[in-house]
């Protein structure tokens, strides 16, 4: 909670990437130094290699669409990707803007992921890239919940969230960079800096994805965690038994 307010209510979460889709992909990528986009990478990669060749599935949180190239150059074979995310002004971005040349490919559903209505096993594979911080441990199992019940048995599954890298020797100097140092030049530099300032607070209260590999595991699924340039990164990737 910040000042009385749900930082974990989808209504808010949606405002607050409303407000900054127009300049989130050149933030992300120039603070990051690049780096989201790699793991981004790092994450289709660790997808395992499914038994039959990926035909169709979900791209959770997805944004204006960044891990689609990734995804569609590792798995030709795919004809759909459908897309999930509340927010108008990244669906909007991603769909006029960014992605025009694949549209028949993509279908957008702009809804809170936990309520939408995905149907049971529908996909061969899912995917996420940086849509984690911005749920409450309750919103993580019922989001595991989610991934069981929409993957077709043998489908396969990789999400990845910037982390805190937790037992690394420069901690303390990169939180201090994310939480201080980000901020402050945040704030000098760019309109609605407060709403960047927000994606550092969900990042840093979201730990590593570890205890979401656990969840995934009650769920029935093989999960592998794996860290990334010394945890600062952390993702699951697995499979759904085949049938
Ligand atoms: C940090 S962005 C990541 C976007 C993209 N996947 C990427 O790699 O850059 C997080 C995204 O999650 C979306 N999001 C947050 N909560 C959501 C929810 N409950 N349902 C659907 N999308 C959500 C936001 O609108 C935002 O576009």
């Given at each position: 909670?910040?000042?009385?307010?749900?930082?974990?209510?989808?209504n808010?979460?949606k405002?607050v990437?409303?407000?900054?889709?127009?300049?989130?992909?050149?933030?992300?990528?120039?603070?990051?130094?690049?780096?989201?986009?790699?793991w981004?990478?790092?994450?289709?990669?660790a997808?395992?290699?499914?038994?039959?060749?990926?035909?169709?599935g979900?791209?959770?949180?997805?944004?204006?669409?960044?891990?689609?190239?990734?995804?569609?150059k590792?798995?030709?074979?795919i004809?759909?990707?459908?897309?999930?995310?509340?927010?108008?002004?990244?669906?909007e971005?991603?769909?006029?803007?960014?992605?025009?040349?694949?549209?028949?490919?993509?279908?957008?559903?702009?809804?809170?992921?936990?309520?939408?209505?995905?149907p049971d096993?529908?996909?061969?594979?899912?995917?996420?890239?940086?849509?984690?911080?911005?749920?409450?441990?309750d919103?993580?199992?019922?989001?595991?919940?989610?991934?069981?019940?929409?993957?077709?048995p043998g489908?396969?599954?990789?999400?990845?969230?910037?982390?805190?890298?937790?037992?690394w020797?420069a901690r303390r100097?990169?939180?201090?960079?994310?939480k201080?140092?980000?901020?402050?030049?945040?704030?000098?530099l760019?309109?609605?800096?407060?709403?960047?300032?927000?994606?550092?607070?969900?990042?840093?209260?979201?730990?590593?994805?570890?205890d979401?590999?656990a969840?995934?595991?009650?769920?029935?699924?093989?999960?592998?965690?794996?860290?990334?340039?010394?945890?600062?990164?952390?993702g699951?990737?697995?499979?759904?038994?085949?049938?």
């Amino acid at each position: 909670m910040t000042e009385g307010v749900d930082i974990y209510d989808p209504n808010f979460v949606k405002e607050v990437f409303d407000r900054c889709s127009s300049r989130y992909i050149g933030y992300s990528y120039f603070f990051s130094l690049g780096f989201t986009e790699r793991w981004r990478k790092q994450c289709i990669a660790a997808i395992p290699l499914p038994d039959a060749p990926l035909s169709q599935g979900y791209d959770l949180m997805a944004g204006t669409g960044e891990s689609w190239p990734h995804l569609l150059k590792r798995f030709p074979d795919i004809h759909a990707i459908t897309a999930v995310d509340i927010s108008t002004g990244m669906h909007e971005l991603a769909m006029d803007r960014l992605h025009q040349h694949r549209t028949h490919k993509i279908e957008f559903i702009e809804d809170d992921v936990l309520a939408s209505s995905l149907p049971d096993e529908s996909a061969d594979f899912v995917v996420s890239t940086f849509g984690l911080k911005t749920f409450t441990p309750d919103q993580h199992a019922q989001l595991a919940a989610l991934i069981a019940r929409i993957l077709k048995p043998g489908g396969v599954f990789s999400l990845i969230e910037a982390s805190d890298p937790r037992g690394w020797w420069a901690r303390r100097a990169y939180m201090f960079h994310l939480k201080v140092v980000l901020p402050f030049v945040e704030s000098l530099l760019l309109r609605g800096a407060q709403d960047f300032a927000m994606i550092g607070s969900y990042t840093s209260n979201f730990g590593d994805a570890s205890d979401f590999a656990a969840m995934l595991r009650n769920e029935g699924l093989n999960v592998e965690f794996n860290k990334h340039f010394f945890g600062c990164a952390t993702g699951v990737a697995g499979n759904k038994q085949a049938g």
